[in-house]
Every structure is written in C-alpha cells, then in structure tokens.
C-alpha cells in the first residue's frame, strides 16, 4: 500500500511539471507557485518534519474533521484563515525548485510513516491524524488544489 501511495503522489507532483510558472488558477487567488508551496507545507506536517499545534478548539476540530472525512471535495474558493492577510513571499526560487520540494516531502512523509508505523502528527485543523488520515487529507488536499490548474 504505501509504495502505491507513494507513487500517486509522486505522480501528481510529476503532472505539475506540465504547467508553466505562468499559468493562471481557474478559480482562487493563489499562483500556481503559491500553490505548490502550501501543499508542501501539509507534506511537511505531515512527515513530522514540521510541527504545529491545533489552531481551534477540540469541538471545532472535531466538527471540521467529520466535515472532511463527509464531504467529498473541498469547495472552490474556500478561504483559508493563514492568507487573511495575503499570499505570503515565495520561499523557493522557482516553481521548478518548489516541486522538487514537493517530491522530497512526499518522499519523506513514506519514509517516516514506514519507520514509524504508529506516528500521529497534528493538522492545525483536524487534529491528531495517522498515516490513513494524512494520506486520506492529502488526496483530497492536492486534488482541490491541482483542480484550480485544471488538473
């Protein structure tokens, strides 16, 4: 299972590379740069390479979490709390150097969940989540936001 998983996503990392730098979202406000950069932070979480806490309480989590698992995508133009005050810089060079980020974050998130079985990390907003969680979020996570570049 996790070997297929881990070339889902790789492959979808992959499909990125179609685009251009310049090619502009069908709906949403984020470049396709800002883009690969927020679903690398998710990776990031994710392979416990980053840590965060909760950002709600326990009840609204809880609510979020039965909204995720219930619904089956995320709507357009959702708003996402963290851009309140705008898109933030862009922390890699180009859109090619956030994808190979991309790749070695989703590559990272296999290999830990291997060597650690039991992990649980912290979505900020759906809490504790282990290895079916993620991947489960993660899915529909990148499917929402490669939607936006007709992916």
Known sequence: MIAADKAYFLGLAQKLRTLNETDKPLWG???LQHMVEHVVGSWRISNGRA???LTISEE???TRRATL???PTYPKNLANPMFANGLPPLRKASLSDAI???EDEVTAF???HKDNPDAIEVHPIYGPMDYAAWIYFQKKHMGHHLSQFGL
Do not use: I, P
């Open 29 to 31: 406000g984020m470049t």
């Open 51 to 53: 840590q965060v806490k």
């Open 60 to 62: 609204e989590s809880e």
């Open 69 to 71: 698992e219930n619904e």
């Open 100 to 102: 190979d980020q991309l």
């Open 110 to 112: 296999f290999a830990y």
